[in-house]
C-alpha cells in the first residue's frame, strides 16, 4: 500500500480505487463499473452504502458502513 493511500485509510477516509485496506490490487477493467464496492476504513467491512455523491468536499462521497453503522468519506478520483 503506498503512504498516501495508508494515511487516507489510518485518517477513516477510503481512498480512490475501491480496494481493501488488506490488498491494493486494481483488476483491469474495460467497462466502468456501475456499483462499486467502498470498503469501510474503520472495519473493512465491503457492505457500505453511498448516502450521497458528494460528501465534506466535491471530490469526496459520503457512504456509511452497514456493520458498524459508521459514515465515512471516500475520496473519489
Ligand atoms: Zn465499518
Redesign the pocket.
Known amino acids: 500500500m503506498d503512504k498516501t493511500r495508508e494515511k487516507l485509510w489510518r485518517y477513516g477516509i477510503a481512498p480512490p480505487g475501491g480496494t481493501c485496506a488488506v490488498s491494493m490490487e486494481k483488476p483491469i477493467r474495460f467497462v466502468p463499473r456501475q456499483l462499486q464496492v467502498i470498503a469501510?476504513p474503520?472495519?473493512g467491512?465491503h457492505h457500505t452504502e453511498k448516502l450521497a455523491q458528494f460528501g465534506s468536499t466535491a471530490c469526496k462521497a459520503l457512504y456509511r458502513?452497514l456493520?458498524?453503522r459508521?459514515p465515512f468519506d471516500y475520496f473519489k478520483l
Open positions: 469501510c474503520r472495519c467491512s458502513c456493520d458498524c459508521e
